[in-house]
């Protein structure tokens, strides 16, 4: 008998937030098309990936809040008959022993790992766990032991890109998303752009081309264009002021900020709902 899949979608940031929102908006459609999304809420997701990582003190949660996140959604992807998915960003800089973690708790699932990405910008440093494709493939591989099970999906640049990376997320799992609209879903709020120079710019190109060359040589199925990798040739720059930089290294921490705020919130929320709908409980009970 074949083994189930279970696809792990594990960004890269950008219009991959968008689609974490969009498997989970999709849930009971996707249930209804054989594909299982073991994850009740967006922000249970994003606590498992903080869990298995580590981090959650970074993002200001307690111990026990994402304590058992992520073995509680295990354990619901391995019931059933269906095709399992679970789509969340911030898994995409797990280290290689968290993988190791994440894994060993799917047993019996053929596990397929998709990554979407964009053409780089000034903010992806090489190595950069979350951000660097190539640091990314390398770590992930080793979660599939063939490396066509590994997805990269090359999302084309402007607005199209998001229907574009939807329509071949559902395309590698095997569901259509004519019917799955995005409408009304907004990715969160983009870095401040990093100013580049000519030298910038250049670097920016040579590192889409060893995205290129991981991806290729890792034998791994590539959707979309590899050419959309390679940033635009830039408009000549005056030379770049100090003063700017700091500036937007300074917009980019604050908006870090801001989405620890956020996430911070959805847990709140999540907890008075859960406060609240016990009473309710406890009274159906007696009655």
Do not use: C
């Not at 797990?94 to 910008?121: C, F, M, R, S």
């Not at 992806?124 to 190539?134: F, I, R, S, Y």
């Not at 190109?205 to 990798?229: F, K, N, P, S, Y």
């Amino acid at each position: 008998m074949a083994k189930r899949k279970a696809y792990l979608h594990i960004g890269l940031p950008g219009v991959g937030d968008v689609l974490d929102t969009a498997v989970q908006r999709h849930r009971t459609n996707l249930a209804e098309l054989d594909v299982l999304v073991p994850t009740k809420a967006r922000e249970e997701s994003f606590r498992a990936a903080i869990e298995v990582r580590r981090r959650h003190r970074e993002w200001g949660y307690r111990r026990k809040e994402v304590e058992g996140a992520w073995s509680g959604i295990a354990r619901r992807a391995l019931k059933g008959r269906s095709t399992v998915l679970v789509s969340q960003t911030a898994l995409a800089g797990a280290g290689e022993d968290e993988i190791d973690l994440l894994t060993t708790q799917l047993p019996g699932l053929k596990l397929h790992v998709v990554v979407t990405v964009t053409a780089p910008d000034g903010w992806a440093e090489p190595g950069d766990p979350d951000t660097d494709l190539a640091s990314v493939v390398g770590r992930w591989q080793r979660a599939v032991r063939d490396p066509d099970r590994l997805h990269v999906v090359v999302v084309p640049p402007g607005d199209a890109g998001r229907e574009a990376a939807w329509r071949e997320l559902g395309r590698v799992v095997g569901f259509g998303t004519r019917s799955l609209s995005l409408d009304g879903l907004e990715p969160g709020p983009a870095p401040a752009a990093r100013p580049l120079d000519a030298a910038g710019t250049q670097r920016l190109r040579e590192r889409a081309e060893t995205w290129r060359t991981a991806v290729v040589t890792g034998g791994h199925d590539v959707r979309g264009d590899l050419a959309d990798l390679l940033p635009p040739a830039p408009a000549p720059t005056p030379d770049l002021d100090g003063a700017l930089l700091r500036t937007t290294r300074a917009l980019a921490e604050a908006r870090r900020d801001v989405e620890r705020l956020s996430r911070r919130n959805e847990t709140l929320e999540a907890r008075l709902d859960e406060a609240d709908q016990g009473p309710r409980r406890r009274r159906f009970s007696v009655a």
